[in-house]
């Protein structure tokens, strides 16, 4: 997924052909958690056109849709208020490590099994990860992809044969030989692709993802592309194995390819079945708050997320007017943040003011603001500072979104803000979504500032910066859309990268999050928040503090 959007999501990598998500996002609440019962048919409003269910196409973060059906060797759990956490799933723990941080390796639970009582076995996996490589599946996360020895030239089970870094030594062992210690990889194998897939189901590739076989609570009932999916409960899942999933709906329906105008509408009516039913995608534009703040009923069935994408202002480091560091700070100070805001719904629908690249729920999160300013911004420390640079008449481009009701406000607030401090500022034409990703990542940047959101796809602060200020991204489809080249940070970003100690890596991170600061390549500007609306019969519908995303694993039903 490559777009920079705001709501929606983004991709990109760390030079590990990853992608990372998009969103807005709101402080958890609104979901209420009391009486979720046992049964019931759960209703999904979507405006997409198809779900992905193919474990190797699927860029699904861990808490949605494809792992109602699948199950990977870890997974995550969510509390309101508080970002994901790593949960064993079909592995009795979330990894061991050896070798220097290259070598991992999971032994899989007793008593697991499919739909029809045959066990899950390591073999599955290891085929399920095979398929991903294959060029003709491709499009779902790929971190792994890089990693895994031989990974750069196999092609996966079709016709390259076996990967011999993932090794199944019996039927409940796998071990994964890695090119480079990597403290990430629990989260790795949380990822869709690390699911079972036995080989002898695998018969039509190109449509496996229409009714995969099943590993967690709910399997396929019936498929009409680009209208309705139904889910029906896996009569395989033992509850007893898996703590990352309640399995209370009997059925889940997907309905899909609606308007966002109807999804929110039908919410905010909470009529018929739509009272068993709820959106995970479609946020409250800033035109229907007024709606749903005005009417405390409708209010209360808002599930909001204290946090969640990074938007901020990249300054193309490239371009002679945006060279000097110096510069690059004054424009931290000329940037009216609250405008940003404002345009995005305002501090309780739009975010909280960001000052650091880490966000709010990812460990090494630290709060901290190397230029403090007002909200509206300090435009005359602006001027001062750009006096002493030796810089007058300072005239910029910004490039603006056109696809988001936000994208052309809030490219105009950050226009109308830098004037104030003496800096013209054009605006280019706009562009849609795919046409700005291919400008900003290209390799002929021809722009000087834009606005962009970034949200990791999994609860890593690697997913914070690496695929956004290492060299490595510059250019290329690169999502270090400053274009920013510091070697020190570069070797920091590799140091915590290899960390197996998770908590140690947080600090490392931390510490890189200041020092790319230091150089001022972005001016962050929201920890962008959520609202999802959901009917008053659905329960354990919250957002957490990452990922900014309803948990569709825990949802219950009230009768």
Avoid at 419 to 444: C, M, Y
Wanted: charged letters at 20%; a neutral charge; proline letters at 8%.
């Amino acid at each position: 997924m490559k777009h920079l959007t705001r709501a929606v999501a983004v991709a990109a990598a760390l030079a590990l052909a990853a992608a990372a998500c998009n969103a807005n996002d709101k402080s958890a609440s609104g979901g209420s958690t009391a009486a979720a019962e046992q049964g019931g048919t759960w209703h999904v409003l979507t405006t997409s056109k198809e779900v992905n269910l193919d474990p190797a196409k699927s860029q699904n973060l861990g808490i949605s849709t494809i792992h109602l059906v699948l199950r990977g060797l870890t997974s995550w759990k969510t509390e309101e208020g508080k970002g994901a956490q790593l949960v064993p799933d079909l592995a009795t723990d979330t990894g061991q490590v050896s070798d220097g941080g290259k070598t991992w390796t999971y032994k899989l639970k007793p008593g697991l099994k499919y739909p029809d009582g045959s066990p899950i076995v390591a073999a599955d996996i290891k085929y399920g990860i095979e398929r991903s490589f294959a060029p003709e599946l491709s499009g779902g996360l790929g971190y792994h992809k890089s990693l895994l020895v031989g990974g750069d030239k196999y092609t996966g089970p079709y016709k390259g044969g076996d990967l011999a870094s993932v090794q199944t030594p019996d039927d409940t062992t796998l071990v994964f030989k890695l090119n480079k210690p990597f403290g990430d990889w629990p989260w790795i194998v949380s990822m869709p692709a690390f699911a079972p897939v036995p080989k002898k189901a695998d018969t039509d590739p190109a449509h496996y993802g229409e009714k995969p076989v099943a590993s967690g609570p709910y399997q396929v009932k019936s498929l009409a592309p680009g209208s309705k999916l139904e889910l029906e409960r896996n009569p395989g899942w033992d509850k007893s194995t898996d703590q990352a999933r309640t399995g209370l709906p009997d059925s889940i329906v997907f309905e899909m390819g609606l308007q966002p105008d109807v999804v929110n509408q039908r919410l905010i009516a909470d009529a018929g079945d739509d009272k068993f039913a709820a959106t995970t995608g479609t946020s409250v534009p800033a035109a229907l708050i007024p709606t749903v703040t005005g009417n405390p009923a409708v209010k209360a069935r808002v599930a909001t997320s204290s946090s969640g994408a990074l938007q901020y202002l990249a300054m193309n480091t490239k371009r002679p007017a945006l060279s000097n560091p110096e510069v690059r700070k004054a424009i931290q100070f000329a940037v009216d943040k609250q405008a940003v805001q404002v345009a995005e719904g305002g501090p309780e629908f739009g975010g909280e003011l960001a000052t650091t690249l880490i966000t709010p729920g990812i460990d090494g999160f630290n709060k901290f603001d190397l230029f403090p300013a007002p909200p509206q911004g300090d435009p005359e420390k602006a001027k001062q500072m750009l006096a002493a640079a030796g810089v007058s008449n300072l005239t910029l481009t910004i490039v603006a979104d056109n696809s988001t009701a936000t994208g052309l406000p809030v490219a105009q607030a950050i226009q109308q803000g830098l004037k104030r401090a003496g800096i013209t500022v054009k605006l280019l034409p706009g562009l849609d979504s795919e046409s700005l990703t291919d400008l900003i990542t290209g390799n002929k940047p021809d722009f000087d500032l834009t606005v962009s959101n970034w949200l990791p796809d999994f609860p890593s602060a690697l997913g914070n910066i690496q695929p956004l200020f290492a060299s490595s991204e510059i250019g290329n489809g690169g999502y270090n859309i400053s274009r920013y080249s510091n070697p020190a940070v570069d070797s920091a970003i590799a140091a915590a990268t290899a960390e197996s100690d998770l908590g140690k890596a947080a600090g490392m991170w931390s510490a890189v999050d200041k020092q790319i600061m230091q150089d001022s390549p972005v001016v962050p500007l929201i920890y962008a928040r959520n609202a999802f609306l959901h009917g008053s019969k659905v329960q354990n519908f919250y957002l957490s503090a990452y990922p900014p995303y309803p948990n569709q694993l825990i949802v219950g039903l009230s009768k």
